[in-house]
């Protein structure tokens, strides 16, 4: 009982440390772009590519079978939602939110399972 209590607390610190983090860091994107005068006079390109190469690397983890490439991929979707803000391609947004939840349950079903008795 104790292990799997442990473990149910690991989970929720490493899923919140992921949101906050990837959600401070999307923040930040939005805000930047908005003082720079918005998306047309914002050069994010080096920006989206370092996402896109952060999802490759993820979903090179995750196939490999290493649970923590589902969380590294989670992390990514609010620095998506900063990149859509910024760049006003509300789309984006949709896209994280599913790609989150479809994540986080990855991310769940990777975890061993608890012992029994």
């Keep these: 009982m ?3 209590t442990t473990q149910h ?3 929720r610190g490493v899923v919140v440390g992921a949101l906050f983090g990837g959600s401070t860091l999307g923040a930040l994107l939005a805000a930047m772009a908005r003082h720079a ?3 047309e006079q914002t050069n994010l390109s080096l920006f ?4 896109v190469l952060g999802g490759i690397v993820g979903t090179a983890v995750t196939a490999r079978g290493i649970g923590w490439g589902w969380l590294l991929l989670f992390g990514l979707q609010p620095l998506w939602v900063g990149y859509a803000v910024a760049t006003e391609q509300y789309g984006f947004v949709v896209s994280a939110v599913a790609f989150a939840v479809i994540q986080l349950q990855g991310y769940l079903r990777s975890l061993p399972p608890a012992p029994c008795c």
Excluded: H, N, Q, S
């Design 2 to 4: 104790f292990r799997r």
């Design 9 to 11: 607390v690991a989970t």
């Design 48 to 51: 989206c590519w370092l996402l």
């Design 37 to 39: 005068g918005g998306p």
